[in-house]
C-alpha cells in the first residue's frame, strides 16, 4: 500500500523527442507527488510538485499529468535534450505523514 | 533558497572505524531531517527520520547502534557509521525538510563512503 510503481526501468529518446515516464500508487491518502531528477554522483533534486486537486502541471518542458480515478500520474519531458539525461524518480507522501515514499527510478539516456 | 549541504562529499576509511557524515541545511530551519541510502542504480532507501531535540525513528531492518543520528539544531544532523564495513560502502544521501510546505523535501549532494 505504501509503495510506488514506476515505468519503465529505463528509457531512451532522440533529442527533441518525448520523454514519458509512467508512475502508479495504491495509497489513496497520498496527496503530494514530487519528481526528482539525479545525476550521477549527486543528490536528487525536485524537478516538478503535483497536489491531486489538479490534473496537469506544467513547468517550462516539464508537465505532471495526474489521473486520481487510475492511481497513477506520469512525467513528460518535451523537446528532450542530452543534459536531460539522468535518473528520475516519482514519489508520494502525505501532508500528515513525514515520509516521502520513492519509486525505483527511470534512467532516461537522450542521444543525439 | 532551501540549499542543503553535506560535509564530506566523498570519504574512505579503513574497516573497524567511525565515520560522521553532517547534514546542514544553509538557508531554511529545518524541522525533520532525513536519511537515505542508495546503493549503484537503485532508488532512495529512508534509513531514519529525526527531528531537532529528539531521538530518530529508524526504518525497519536499520540498526540504529551502527547508525547514530544526532539531530542537535534546527540546522545540522550529523549521521555517524560506526565500526564501518565493506558492506557499509554506498551514497549516504540527507534531506532536509521545514514542514512548511507538505512534505516538500530538499536534498543535499551525497556522501560517498567506501570502507576497505
Known amino acids: 500500500q505504501q509503495q510506488v510503481k514506476q515505468s519503465p526501468q529505463s528509457l531512451i529518446v532522440q533529442k527533441g523527442g518525448i520523454s514519458i515516464i509512467n508512475c502508479a500508487y495504491e495509497?489513496?491518502?497520498?496527496?503530494?507527488f514530487p519528481w526528482y531528477q539525479q545525476f550521477p554522483g549527486k543528490g536528487p533534486a525536485l524537478l516538478i510538485a503535483?497536489?491531486?486537486?489538479?490534473s496537469e502541471k506544467k513547468e517550462g518542458r516539464f508537465t505532471i499529468s495526474f489521473n486520481k480515478s487510475a492511481k497513477q500520474f506520469s512525467l513528460h519531458i518535451m523537446d528532450s535534450q542530452p543534459g536531460d539525461s539522468a535518473t528520475y524518480f516519482c514519489?508520494?507522501?502525505?501532508?500528515?505523514?513525514?515520509?516521502?515514499?520513492f519509486g525505483p527510478g527511470t534512467s532516461l539516456s537522450v542521444i543525439p | 533558497g532551501a540549499v542543503v549541504s553535506q560535509h564530506p562529499s566523498r570519504v574512505i576509511c579503513k574497516s573497524g572505524t567511525s565515520v560522521k557524515i553532517e547534514c546542514r541545511s544553509l538557508?531554511?530551519?529545518?524541522?525533520?531531517m532525513f536519511w537515505y541510502r542508495q546503493f549503484p542504480k537503485q532508488s532512495l532507501m529512508l534509513m531514519a527520520t529525526?527531528?531537532?531535540?529528539?531521538?530518530?525513528?529508524?526504518e525497519q531492518g536499520v540498526e540504529k547502534d551502527k547508525f547514530l543520528i544526532n539531530h542537535a539544531s534546527l540546522t545540522l544532523s550529523t549521521l555517524t557509521v560506526t565500526s564501518a564495513h565493506p558492506e557499509d560502502s554506498s551514497f549516504y544521501i540527507c534531506?532536509?525538510?521545514?514542514?512548511?510546505?507538505?512534505?516538500?523535501?530538499?536534498f543535499g549532494p551525497g556522501t560517498r563512503l567506501t570502507v576497505l
Open positions: 529525526s527531528n531537532e531535540g529528539s531521538k530518530a525513528t529508524y
Open positions: 514519489a508520494a507522501s502525505m501532508a500528515s505523514y513525514d515520509k516521502v515514499i
Open positions: 503535483i497536489r491531486p486537486d489538479v
Open positions: 538557508d531554511f530551519q529545518a524541522t525533520t
Open positions: 495509497n489513496t491518502a497520498f496527496d503530494y
Open positions: 534531506s532536509a525538510s521545514s514542514g512548511l510546505a507538505y512534505n516538500e523535501q530538499f
